[in-house]
Nanobody
Framework: QVQLVESGGGLVQPGGSLTLSCAAS????????MAWFRQAPGKEREFVAL????????YYEVPMKGRFTISRDKAKNTLYLQMNNLKPEDTAVYYC????????????????WGQGTQVTVSS
């Protein structure tokens, strides 16, 4: 089993920054890729960004490109999401996910999920 625990969410003003973390544990943790998704109230879970865990290749959803940066620390089994110039429409619960065989923009590409961390962008 793999456990993913997100942290770092909170309330931030428009234009502000936050860094989310996702700590992974478990004997079977050996991801091909990890990703961040988010879900706003009343909306479906949507893809934010992914990173291949070994090679570090990244891919971003278009609205986040240039504002968000995904990274990982392989030694610490930790995933990060640096979010800059936050907007009210970025308000959502942010989830990290791990996939052992594939990477992609679909929820179904990932095997394990964290419990989520709330990000609220408001003045």
């Amino acid at each position: 089993q793999v456990q993913l625990v997100e942290s770092g969410g909170g309330l931030v003003q428009p234009g502000g920054s936050l860094t989310l973390s996702c700590a992974a544990s478990g004997r079977t943790f050996s991801p091909y890729a990890m990703a961040w998704f988010r879900q706003a109230p009343g909306k479906e879970r949507e893809f934010v960004a992914l990173i291949t865990f070994s090679g570090g290749g990244t891919y971003y959803e278009v609205p986040m490109k240039g504002r968000f940066t995904i990274s990982r620390d392989k030694a610490k089994n930790t995933l990060y999401l640096q979010m800059n110039n936050l907007k009210p429409e970025d308000t959502a619960v942010y989830y990290c996910a791990s996939g052992s065989r594939s990477a992609g923009r679909l929820v179904a590409s990932y095997d394990y999920w964290g419990q989520g961390t709330q990000v609220t962008v408001s003045s």
